[in-house]
């Protein structure tokens, strides 16, 4: 099984709609973090959240919501969906007592579409 | 605005030859240096950290580091068609509150 699930893995959606991606991880980590990537575009940060009091927006927030109800689980809204908003999603992990440089890892990614 | 830049590639190496990577960054406070494997419709994959400069080996892959020039970069000897894939590069700057920055990847392909 994987350490960092994702679900749903795909999903197509109609424009304006709500949609929630969800995370979970058995890795134990304290940090998590939402990605989205589009071709030619790499990897992007949606938002982070060091532990379940803390959310910090990161570089493409607009559009997106979150939510840390756990150590281990971290959601991702779209809250009125948009086709722009096309793309596989990643969700992620490290450890902050990682002396190692925090290193992330992945879990599988939710692709999604807006129609 | 904080960026890492790679050579998006395709990049066409030979089977059995070096591959060569690289990826130079902006800030000049980046403390952690990574790289990814990513084969197309997966998650990234890590393959290699680095953070002191010089060289660092793990098998066939070798990470180098030069911070004064602000460049990392990844060798892979004996290329095998299934290192296939794209590698991102990432970086984490010093007090580590951002994730990491990626690169777009560089697109390597292994001719058999």
């Known amino acids: 099984d994987a350490d960092v699930t994702q679900t749903p893995r795909n999903r197509i959606t109609k424009t304006g709609k709500r949609i929630m991606l969800e995370c979970s991880q058995t890795k134990g980590h304290d940090r998590m973090y939402w990605y989205r990537q589009d071709p030619g575009l790499g990897l992007r940060l949606i938002y982070y959240s060091f532990d379940v009091k803390d959310i910090n927006k990161g570089e493409i927030s607009d559009g997106y919501s979150v939510s840390r109800q756990a150590q281990a689980k971290f959601s991702l809204s779209l809250e009125s969906a948009i086709p722009n908003q096309t793309a596989l999603y990643f969700c992620?992990?490290?450890?902050?007592?990682?002396?190692?440089?925090?290193?992330?890892?992945f879990g599988e990614g939710s692709w999604l579409t807006v129609v | 605005q904080k960026e890492v830049e790679q050579n998006s590639g395709p990049l066409s190496v030979p089977e059995g030859a070096i591959a060569s990577l690289n990826c130079t960054y902006s800030d000049r406070g980046s403390q952690s240096f990574f790289w990814y494997r990513q084969y197309s419709g997966k998650s990234p994959e890590l393959i290699m950290s680095i953070y002191s400069n010089g060289d660092k080996e793990d098998g066939r892959f070798t990470a180098q580091l030069n911070k004064a020039s602000q460049y990392v970069s990844l060798l892979i000897r004996d290329s095998q068609p299934s290192d296939s894939a794209t590698y991102l590069c990432?970086?984490?700057?010093?007090?580590?509150?951002?994730?990491?920055?990626f690169g777009k990847g560089t697109h390597l392909i292994i001719q058999p």
């Open positions: 992620a992990t490290s450890d902050s007592t990682d002396l190692s440089g925090n290193t992330i890892y």
């Open positions: 990432a970086w984490r700057g010093g007090g580590g509150a951002d994730g990491l920055t």
